[in-house]
């Protein structure tokens, strides 16, 4: 089997991490770690090679896609006009968050007037840079100021649609935005051949007819002087009658099992993952032996740098020896509930790695340097609330399927989202935390 591209993208990235989504690049070929304040992206391919940069990340990316190669230019001189506003973008992005903003949106709003896109007649990669550049600022500007910029605006929200085709980007949302913004060069749009696969006719975004206009304003007229009401009632009289009567029931029988779906649905969107809340701490294991009532768990004692160590109860004995765990640091859930395990309270659970065939398990271990009480957090989820998890929100439950060791042997969330797979290191301040030699093993 082929090994995976390993991809490193610093945690607050979205240009290339949209482009990932809507590309659908599965995790057989592209992994990706997130990475707090990294330089620059990299990617280590199957051979070893290292590729870096934004502009080498993105064609790397669509290379492996085997798609759209014309979002890299088609001519020299559109790959050269590419990789310029590339970085233009990246520019862009920074100056938007500082004192330049309102400056640099109007200089590209005046560049924007006689554009469809930022180079050439038809999508790039470099759209999808400035779409990630003005991403925040288009998101949170009001009415008046979308107005104002109403080339941006039509650039933005022409992108946007391109980005969000097909549902499989969900990095980030589609903004509301509203289509009748006043603008001279809105027109630009009709006259466009909007390219790549996926993109919108390119005057979706013009105005909307006026006889659409006008029939949604006497819609509204309608139910505000109550005519709405009026055929309410209508139907009400005809739903009362003995025809209609068996008709209503076996509909309102048929939304049934939609009504559960919706609810099933609801109650999953509140199990979210919440990686944070989990209070991880590297212990110092002072003391081991065998559990009195059970011969397949060990009591261990535990420094947790606490006024006093902690006890703990582990399914280890079919894995490892007492001397194998005796004087050993590792990586411990401190939050759970404290649960009585053969008469025996565990106030902690030791954390392992068990291989995919369940014939090794391998415990955390700390990086170099660690000392009992040091915090553990997965680098895009460092939190705050440490205090003990409610069993009820099911937060361990629902993390810790998507703990994992990855190719290089660290623990890491794991998540995969529209087909891409997103790690996020465990580590402390000390370095990551990994295993001895089992990697996509499962961490619990």
Same mark, same amino acid.
């Given at each position: 089997?082929?090994?995976?591209?390993?991809?490193?993208?610093?945690?607050?990235?979205?240009?290339?991490?949209?482009?990932?989504?809507?590309?659908?690049?599965p995790?057989?070929?592209?992994?990706v770690?997130?990475?707090?304040?990294?330089?620059?992206?990299?990617?280590?391919?199957?051979?070893?090679?290292?590729?870096?940069?934004?502009?080498a990340?993105?064609?790397?990316?669509?290379?492996?896609?085997?798609?759209?190669?014309?979002?890299?230019?088609?001519?020299?001189?559109?790959?050269?006009?590419?990789?310029?506003?590339?970085?233009?973008?990246?520019?862009?992005?920074?100056?938007?968050?500082?004192?330049?903003?309102d400056?640099?949106?109007?200089?590209?709003?005046?560049a924007?007037?006689?554009?469809?896109?930022?180079?050439?007649?038809?999508?790039?990669?470099?759209?999808?840079?400035?779409?990630?550049?003005?991403?925040?600022?288009?998101?949170?500007?009001?009415?008046?100021?979308?107005?104002?910029?109403c080339?941006?605006?039509?650039y933005?929200?022409?992108?946007?649609h391109?980005?969000?085709?097909?549902?499989?980007?969900?990095?980030?949302?589609?903004?509301?935005?509203?289509?009748?913004?006043?603008c001279?060069?809105?027109?630009i749009?009709?006259?466009?051949?909007?390219?790549?696969?996926?993109?919108?006719?390119?005057?979706?975004?013009?105005?909307?007819? $006026? =006889?659409e !206009?006008?029939? &949604? #304003?006497? /819609?509204? *007229?309608?139910?505000?002087?109550?005519?709405s +009401?009026? @055929? %309410?009632?209508?139907?009400?009289?005809?739903?009362?009658?003995?025809? $209609? =009567?068996? !008709?209503?029931? &076996? #509909?309102? /029988?048929? *939304?049934?099992?939609?009504?559960?779906v919706? +609810?099933? @649905? %609801?109650?999953?969107?509140?199990l979210?993952?919440?990686?944070e809340?989990?209070?991880?701490?590297?212990?110092?294991?002072? /003391?081991?032996?065998?559990?009195?009532?059970?011969?397949?768990?060990?009591?261990?004692?535990?420094?947790?740098?606490?006024?006093?160590?902690?006890?703990?109860?582990?399914?280890?004995?079919?894995?490892? /020896?007492?001397?194998?765990?005796?004087?050993?640091?590792v990586?411990?859930?401190?939050?759970?509930?404290?649960?009585?395990?053969?008469?025996?309270?565990?106030?902690?659970?030791?954390?392992?790695?068990?291989?995919?065939?369940?014939?090794t398990?391998?415990?955390?271990?700390?990086?170099?340097?660690?000392?009992?009480?040091?915090?553990?957090?997965?680098?895009?989820?460092?939190?705050t609330?440490?205090?003990?998890?409610?069993?009820k929100?099911?937060?361990?439950?629902?993390?810790?399927?998507?703990?994992?060791?990855?190719?290089?042997?660290?623990?890491?969330?794991?998540?995969?989202?529209?087909?891409?797979?997103?790690?996020?290191?465990?580590?402390?301040?000390?370095?990551?935390?990994?295993?001895?030699?089992?990697?996509?093993?499962?961490?619990?």
């Amino acid at each position: 089997m082929t090994k995976a591209t390993q991809l490193e993208l610093d945690q607050k990235d979205v240009s290339i991490s949209v482009l990932l989504q809507q590309l659908a690049i599965p995790s057989t070929k592209i992994t990706v770690t997130r990475k707090k304040d990294l330089a620059a992206p990299t990617a280590t391919l199957p051979s070893g090679a290292r590729v870096s940069g934004p502009a080498a990340i993105a064609k790397l990316v669509l290379s492996t896609a085997g798609v759209h190669a014309e979002w890299l230019g088609v001519t020299d001189a559109e790959k050269g006009a590419v990789e310029k506003q590339i970085d233009a973008a990246l520019a862009l992005h920074k100056t938007l968050s500082g004192a330049g903003s309102d400056a640099a949106l109007k200089e590209l709003d005046a560049a924007l007037v006689t554009k469809v896109f930022i180079v050439g007649n038809h999508v790039s990669i470099a759209d999808f840079f400035m779409y990630a550049a003005l991403y925040t600022s288009v998101a949170k500007a009001s009415k008046q100021t979308r107005s104002d910029l109403c080339n941006v605006t039509r650039y933005f929200n022409l992108i946007q649609h391109v980005v969000h085709d097909g549902n499989r980007v969900t990095l980030t949302d589609v903004v509301d935005i509203e289509l009748d913004v006043p603008c001279e060069d809105v027109a630009i749009l009709t006259e466009a051949k909007v390219g790549g696969a996926g993109a919108p006719a390119a005057g979706a975004n013009a105005k909307k007819p $006026a =006889a659409e !206009k006008k029939g &949604k #304003e006497e /819609k509204k *007229a309608a139910v505000a002087s109550g005519d709405s +009401k009026k @055929e %309410a009632k209508k139907d009400a009289k005809g739903a009362a009658s003995p025809v $209609a =009567a068996p !008709k209503a029931a &076996k #509909e309102a /029988k048929a *939304a049934k099992p939609e009504a559960k779906v919706e +609810k099933v @649905e %609801a109650a999953e969107e509140n199990l979210k993952a919440e990686p944070e809340r989990l209070d991880l701490r590297v212990g110092l294991i002072t /003391k081991v032996e065998k559990h009195p009532q059970a011969d397949s768990l060990f009591v261990e004692e535990v420094d947790l740098g606490e006024d006093k160590p902690r006890t703990v109860v582990s399914g280890l004995v079919k894995y490892m /020896k007492a001397e194998d765990l005796q004087n050993r640091l590792v990586v411990l859930l401190c939050n759970l509930k404290p649960a009585k395990m053969r008469g025996v309270d565990s106030q902690a659970m030791v954390l392992a790695a068990t291989s995919a065939d369940g014939t090794t398990v391998e415990l955390l271990d700390a990086p170099a340097g660690s000392k009992p009480g040091d915090r553990c957090w997965f680098d895009t989820y460092k939190g705050t609330d440490f205090s003990q998890l409610n069993a009820k929100k099911k937060t361990w439950e629902t993390v810790q399927p998507r703990l994992k060791t990855d190719g290089a042997k660290r623990a890491v969330y794991s998540v995969a989202e529209a087909g891409v797979t997103f790690n996020s290191i465990l580590r402390n301040d000390h370095g990551d935390v990994t295993v001895k030699s089992v990697a996509g093993a499962s961490i619990k």
